[in-house]
């Protein structure tokens, strides 16, 4: 059954490493993807800032997203790109409050 767990990560990278951090981004997205439970998991680029980023993902219940939270490509990625960004990755959780449609 599916909770309607969504997370909402907002990432900032420094002034000239956004080419470099949408690379790695991208490929975070690939490997996340292919992950169990994940229902989406879709990176966003600003129009006006192109160093900031969002992910938008959906899960389907929260051991899924915490697994994500232990998996070795999300590790990697933390370890990997914290040179190439601003500030650490704002991270927020939010649940459905509307009917889900099927």
Partial sequence: MRTGLTVIAYITA???CQ????GALLDLVAQ??????????????SQENKSKFVIYENWNKVADLDAHAKS???????KNTAHLLES???ITKWST??????
């Fill in 14 to 16: 420094k002034v000239n």
């Fill in 97 to 102: 409050v509307s009917e889900l449609s099927r």
């Fill in 88 to 90: 650490r990755a704002e």
């Fill in 32 to 45: 996340t993807r292919k992950e169990n439970g994940c229902i989406n998991y879709d990176l966003h680029q």
């Fill in 72 to 78: 070795a490509h999300l590790q990697a990625f933390t």
């Fill in 19 to 22: 080419e470099e951090l949408r």
